[in-house]
């Protein structure tokens, strides 16, 4: 291969697929919560990789880890035992989760939730409907974002995300979300799990009802049913809790079955990961379900190296140390009180849970909007291309939301920053009103 120092940016559209959306911004360098593209502008990022980076870019203790670790062992086959895995496992049961049970360690939120469900189809398998015939239907909710990958695509109860694919993976019943009685209508013999993000991302950050959450684990015990909890992208401190159902439930009340993490758990290093409950099948049955999965299972190549676990040890002392879940929920608060002061005629709704913000937007003001006609975009993309524009990443979710991701040790003066740009650029659109 012959290096050469020009670059031609149509080489990304010449030999890179065209499946993504992207807005035109080369990023080169980030610090903290910026991001300086190749021509030096500098962006205020709230967006953050979505959700991923929690302590911002190039934080030096995560940096001097991975540059340690780089140094000494960056892979090893899970054939072996990784030292890395078994100190991570312990502060995710301990200090994240506190309740007994064991992790798997994949390489993304999608991996991580393809764990959960073949963990529940395991379950349904070796306990069974009264026939003998195996239980593996999985409810999931309208407006729920699982991932990519086949079975996780199919768990995601939207047909945007099926379209082209079918037939999809069999299995899943959709149900509307924080609806007890149509949830209570979807069991049957053959359901064997209930599937939920605490706090839905993608659709424009929704939590769950506590009446729901609570309904959830309810109709989870008297069925024999799993409560697999998706915190791909609410969890480990984003919402103010470093489990996201107790930003809606604090303490002890709500115990899953099993939680999947992602995103902020590496400071964008591919890792996912997901934890099993300790305890037993019953029945008679004294296997443990976070045994369940044994040799032959489950498993991945990359999942859990030395390094990617490594990188996440020195995210989670960072965040468990400085204590940013507690941070981001206040300055959180602060962001959203501060926002609702505007009575701004562009925004209808605020919701914020800790550094997790979604903004919902006055869709048919905004869409009516000439300039907006003209771009052809949906409006949340179109806002967001106007704060990029001014200087400030954030991203869409959905037809009507923006979200704002900062990282969870953003400080008062870059979140009064960050809304500096944002009221000045919505009072310039609504110019057009």
């Not at 926002?339 to 925004?347: D, E, F, G, Q, S």
């Amino acid at each position: 291969m012959e290096k050469t120092q020009d670059f031609d940016p149509a080489w990304l559209e010449k030999y890179v697929m065209p499946n993504y959306g992207r807005f035109q911004v080369w990023p080169e360098k980030g610090e903290g919560p910026y991001v300086w593209d190749r021509d030096g502008k500098k962006y205020l990022d709230f967006a953050g990789g979505v959700a991923v980076c929690p302590l911002g870019h190039a934080h030096p203790e995560v940096a001097d880890a991975i540059s340690r670790q780089a140094h000494t062992l960056i892979h090893v086959s899970n054939w072996y035992c990784i030292r890395q895995q078994a100190e991570l496992a312990k502060v995710l049961v301990e200090d994240v989760m506190k309740i007994h049970g064991k992790c798997f360690f994949s390489n993304s939120g999608a991996e991580a939730n393809e764990g959960m469900i073949k963990l529940a189809r395991k379950y349904g398998v070796t306990k069974p409907k009264s026939d003998g015939s195996p239980r593996y239907e999985i409810i999931t909710f309208t407006g729920s974002f699982h991932g990519r990958t086949f079975g996780a695509m199919s768990a995601t109860a939207q047909e945007k995300i099926h379209g082209g694919f079918g037939p999809i993976v069999p299995g899943f019943v959709y149900v509307p979300f924080n609806d007890i009685e149509a949830l209570k209508a979807a069991i049957t013999d053959t359901t064997v799990a209930i599937m939920v993000e605490p706090v839905q991302g993608e659709s424009g950050v929704n939590p769950m009802t506590a009446e729901f959450l609570r309904a959830v684990q309810s109709l989870c015990r008297s069925h024999d049913l799993l409560m697999l909890l998706d915190e791909v992208q609410c969890g480990l401190g984003r919402t103010g809790e470093l489990c996201g159902w107790r930003s809606i439930i604090p303490g002890e009340e709500i115990v899953p079955d099993s939680v999947s993490w992602a995103k902020s758990i590496g400071s964008g290093y591919p890792l996912g990961s997901f934890w099993i409950r300790d305890r037993a099948l019953g029945d008679g049955n004294e296997t443990k379900l976070c045994d369940l999965l044994g040799p032959g299972t489950h498993g991945t190549t990359y999942g859990g190296s030395p390094l990617a676990c490594t990188v996440a040890m020195a995210t989670l002392n960072v965040i468990l140390r400085d204590g940013l879940a507690e941070k981001s929920a206040k300055l959180g608060n602060h962001i959203a009180s501060e926002v609702l002061t505007w009575n701004h005629p562009l925004i209808r709704e605020v919701r914020a849970f800790g550094m997790m913000i979604g903004f919902e937007l006055d869709e048919e003001k905004i869409a009516a909007m000439p300039a907006v006609k003209a771009s052809g975009k949906i409006v949340s993309i179109f806002v967001a291309k106007a704060l990029l524009d001014a200087g400030m990443m954030v991203v869409p979710a959905g037809p009507k939301v923006v979200r704002w991701l900062p990282p969870m040790n953003l400080t008062d003066a870059q979140a009064a920053e960050g809304l500096e740009l944002f009221k000045a650029t919505l009072d310039q659109l609504a110019i057009s009103l």
